[in-house]
């Protein structure tokens, strides 16, 4: 017998896996990641680029059978999942694998809700699709990182739709082979670029990885197929991204190790490399003699990635949640980074923007993804440094029941939702018993 | 004032051309590629891949205010642009720009029949339209030929998209910042393998190309906006899939040097490169004492293109349309090339098989593109070769109107519309004078 193909072994995985043999500590953590997905998403309900989602997607919807967070219009299936994983991500507030820096559930768990709503299916059916799909996603990423990202792929985008349709055909309960030719699929509709990062083109590239899954899912359904070495042929998907992808990071441990128990969630809504930077600039702020107004020159190192991703000029919201200079005001002036502190009044702050100038960027390449060193120069030529390894909210620093749970009470009340968020919450912490989302769905209506 | 982005210079042209100042013969190359189009999508209405793909999409339909081609039901706009476009291309029989191997207008024509249709446009705006967006698709390809394909992009689907998405901005009107962006979003949804050109997963990303190209304008159409040089910047599309673009070819003469005038039509339903090998054999056939239980040995050279995508084991009616066994035995054995040659009897035929196990392929890098030299061994010992570097079809030797109109009454037959093919083909020679799309559309539903 030949070797498994990445999508064999892959449809295999998300086919025979049972919910029953799925550890305790996973299954918390797919209920924690969809709790604060769906907090993300009813954050930014009211956002104007939510609002404009649902409205083009309302013109191309059919049977509304699925709810929008946080929205009266309810959409088909894939409307609603392109709307959810919009919102979910449009602040950067969602959740992140580090080591693939893919943000898992805005690609993926749209398409599952959605579904499930669509077809009566159980709570633990999302969350088991979830934690599958999560899990293609990230290891088809760990096996093309970090080239894919440096070279120009949204890898939240691409990666995540392989996970949206593993995760859909897991949801209809395809068999292997099915579930096989669904990831194939999804290989050749995974699309998304870091060039339009700062854009909303950004959003459609999230927005279209769980339309794709459920696309891919349903024609794998139908008996279409992909190429067996959809992913790792020579003229597949990961080549012609540019990378000869790490088979072993795919196929190495399936089923026992599980990548996406790693996820993690983001306490400030900023990209992920700059929660370090804000978490060293809260701490120097805390030391005594250090005030604004006594700071001269702030130089932030930190990796590669930091580099490329934060050192910009600010001009727009978008522009401040992955900006060095921004994060470093935020943390040494205000004090907070909350979701008001990237919005607009904020972000033309003329305090805010002065003390940006002072902040420069430096390279080092001896820090971890994920990690910062600031140095503050205060007027009195004190220098004062705080180094950062382990932001909050990190796998090594998670954040805590409690803290997703204020977390979603904060994005619930910037959705207009605030009393129901206790109602939400408790209807997310027991989905594992919800014999369907009848009860859930009503309440995000 | 910097130089314009690929996107903005794109946009300005797709907004600002003029249908008065657009060349006769090009308008004329329009009507042909569009009857050409809906030919082979008639063709094909009663393919159980078409059946398939109009039943999952017509589960995912809105309003059905679109046509599709050669069946009764209607879908939204986006479900009839994918099964327009799956039809069309699903044998292979469609047209092509031989430089970067686009197949123009099934990712594009489809987007554009289907919103006319469902806003009342008309034949002239549709027609514009399509030579618009197949000039943004043929100069983005070529911009990254012949890396991006030899990479493993099904440059049909990822650059289609991007036309795709110029034409629907000129069909809704779009300014030039709007049509812009269009093109931009584009650049976040472009996807779609070589690999999986053996399967059905190569017409979900033909077909998905015309969705995305409604989804970018719409989107553009409510103001989202993609990163000023989504195409070429350090991060963005080009450079993400491995090339960096060769910006004259995207902006060199931009108006008065039509890519889209040079597409052609196929005379056989095989991929473009093996018509020549086709034509050769046929050329051969007819020689004094060439008759195929003659022949002992069969070599087919051509260039690294040909020998890439045909030197295969033939196992299914896919496989046959792009073997250089099967184009050769077909033309040596059967003595013609139609849809039946390529279909489940001939493909399994045991004459034809035996035939194809006596061809080989050999590269023959001083042939161009699109080129074959065949050379026959006979049992007498004598050898024949047939070098055939303009084909029936290509550039050099056009499909006539009639052959394209006697093209179009075979695809009508095949699709058990033979009776309507006459008043089809009137209605789409003067597509240019119709008010809108409903004649048109009555006869082809």
């Known amino acids: 017998m030949p070797d498994p193909t990445a999508t064999e072994a892959l449809g295999r995985f998300v086919a025979e896996s049972r919910w029953e043999d799925v550890p305790e500590t996973l299954r918390r953590e797919a209920a924690r990641s969809l709790l604060n997905h769906v907090g993300c998403a009813l954050g930014t309900a009211r956002d104007p680029a939510v609002r404009t989602a649902l409205q083009v997607m309302h013109g191309l919807s059919g049977m509304p059978v699925a ?13 609603a999942a392109f709307v959810n994983a919009v919102a979910a991500n449009l602040l950067d507030y969602d959740d992140t694998h580090l080591d693939t820096v893919i943000h898992p559930a805005a690609p993926i768990a749209p398409a599952l809700f959605a579904l499930a709503e669509q077809h009566g299916l159980s709570g633990a059916a999302v969350l088991h699709a979830f934690l599958l799909g999560g899990e293609v996603a990230c290891r088809i990423g760990n096996a093309v990182s970090p080239g894919h990202y440096a070279r120009g792929w949204h890898i939240t985008a691409t990666c995540g739709a392989f996970g949206a349709a593993a995760g859909c055909a897991r949801l209809l309960v395809l068999d292997s082979a099915r579930s096989a030719q669904a990831i194939g699929i999804a290989s050749t509709q995974a699309a998304g670029t870091v060039e339009n990062l700062p854009t909303a083109a950004k959003n459609i590239g999230v927005g279209n990885a769980p339309r794709h899954g459920i696309q891919a899912a349903l024609f794998a359904a139908a008996g279409w197929e992909a190429a067996p070495a959809a992913i790792e042929g020579a003229l597949g998907w990961a080549r012609a ?21 790693r996820n993690t969630y983001k306490p400030y809504p900023a990209g ?31 990796d590669a990635l930091l580099l490329a991703r934060g050192d910009r000029v600010v001009r727009t919201a978008r522009d401040s949640r992955v900006s060095i200079h921004h994060a470093a005001a935020l943390g040494l002036v ?6 008001e502190e990237f919005e607009a009044p904020a972000v033309t702050d003329p305090a805010l923007a002065a003390f940006r100038s002072r902040v420069s960027a430096v390279l080092d390449a001896g820090l971890p993804r ?59 912490w027991t989905l594992d018993r919800a014999p369907d989302l009848s009860r859930l769905m009503a309440l995000l209506a």
Chains 1, 2 share one sequence.
């Open 67 to 79: 709810t929008v967070f946080g929205q009266e219009t309810r959409l088909d299936a894939m409307g």
């Open 272 to 302: 992920i490399v700059f929660h370090a930077v804000i978490d060293a600039c809260l701490e120097l702020r805390a030391r005594p003699g250090v005030v604004p107004d006594a700071i001269t020159a702030v130089t932030v190192a930190g």
């Open 241 to 261: 991204s540019g990378d000869a992808p790490d088979m072993a990071a795919i196929l190495g441990g399936l089923g026992t190790r599980w990548e996406i128990g």
């Open 334 to 339: 205000r004090g907070r980074a909350g979701v």
């Open 370 to 428: 994920g990690a910062a060193r600031v140095a503050i120069r205060l007027a009195d030529g004190r220098e004062e440094v705080a180094t950062v390894t382990t932001p909050r909210g990190s796998e090594a620093r998670p954040m805590s029941d409690a803290a997703l749970e204020a977390k979603f009470a904060e994005n619930a009340a910037l959705g207009g939702v605030a009393d129901r968020a206790a109602a939400q919450i408790e209807a997310l």
